[in-house]
């Protein structure tokens, strides 16, 4: 059965999955990145699993899978098939693609960025199905986003396209790690949250799920601070979306995980400011963390698709 590798490598873990034509999960596995083993240490242990997965599957298929799609952390050169830099995993210019293609009798190979990745699957396959433009926005240690358009995921011409969470919402304000000031990550990403109400409730353990639990039970400390993460957050997805117009906005992450507690003050707060501008849906986002997996079995067979086109067309 035709089949691809979809591999999401994360921080901490790697998931991976056997991919079918439609878009499901025939095998799934896990394991640690093992990123304390250093960046060489890393690169081969993604070229391992990468290998093993190849074996299992021809072994249960009776067929190698026909294409690899791999989401990596960092600054990814999507065109040249680089993993450019990640600071959690201390990579530099990896040329990941030739890598895998090599080690995998010269399958083709995807590399794609792991917000964006994640992103195509919610927007083709999750919470905006359909959607011929949406944002995706995950608010966890960070905040990113993946603009949707027509089916991709638009990377930008160097590769930062959708960095939403250093969009400027407080000008002068908390400085950030990128050099800035008052970066919207500094104030609605879930560790940023984590921090005010740790600071606000005076329990240094206390982090956002016990800050949206409290708001849930009327603390109007919790409420204040949560409203604060929560103007921030509007501020810069009307800026978001005057810019990019999209009929739906994905948000996902470890915020969102406290449901209506965040989206029904969030559509307030957007419809609040938006004057002549369309107002999006903004729904929560429904694939979890298999996001960036399936989305790297779509890349995949993206460019299985995309070959055979080449093929016919030749
Ligand atoms: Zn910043």
Redesign the pocket.
């Known amino acids: 059965m035709r089949h691809v590798i979809a591999l999401d490598v994360g921080g901490t873990g790697m998931k991976a999955a056997l991919a079918g034509a439609s878009g499901d999960l025939l095998h799934q596995a896990r394991r640690p990145t093992g990123r304390e083993r250093g960046p060489d240490a890393v690169v081969e242990g993604i070229l391992d699993f990468a290998a093993e997965l190849r074996a299992y599957g021809e072994q249960r298929f009776g067929e190698p899978a026909a294409a690899v799609g791999v989401a990596v952390p960092g600054i990814v050169d999507e065109a040249r098939g680089i993993a450019a830099y990640a600071a959690n995993l201390g990579w530099r210019d990896v040329p990941l693609r030739q890598l895998l293609a090599q080690r995998l009798g010269g399958a083709p190979v995807a590399l794609g960025h792991d917000v964006r990745t994640g992103g195509l699957a919610e927007g083709r396959i999750g919470a905006g199905k359909g959607a011929d433009r949406f944002l995706f926005v995950p608010l966890g240690t960070g905040i990113a986003g993946a603009i949707g358009i027509d089916g991709r995921v638009e990377a930008g011409a160097h590769g930062f396209a959708g960095e939403i ?2 969009i400027v919402v407080r000008p002068g304000g908390a400085p ?5 000031r008052g ?1 919207l ?2 104030f609605a990403s879930a560790a940023a949250v984590s921090e005010a109400w740790a600071a606000a409730c005076g329990d240094p353990e206390a982090d956002a799920a016990d800050c949206a639990k409290a708001v849930a039970s009327g603390d109007p400390n919790a409420v204040r601070v949560w409203q604060e993460a929560v103007d921030a957050l509007a501020d810069g997805l009307v800026t978001a979306l005057t810019l990019l117009d999209p009929r739906i906005l994905i948000i996902g992450g470890g915020l969102a995980e406290a449901g209506e507690t965040l989206f029904t003050p969030l559509r307030d707060a957007v419809r609040r400011r938006v004057t002549f501008q369309r107002l999006p849906s903004i729904v929560p986002a429904a694939l979890g963390d298999t996001a960036g997996c399936l989305g790297a079995g779509l890349l995949a067979w993206d460019l299985l698709d995309h070959t055979d086109r080449t093929e016919v067309t030749r």
């Open positions: 969470g250093h950030c790690p990128c050099g800035q970066c990550e500094r």
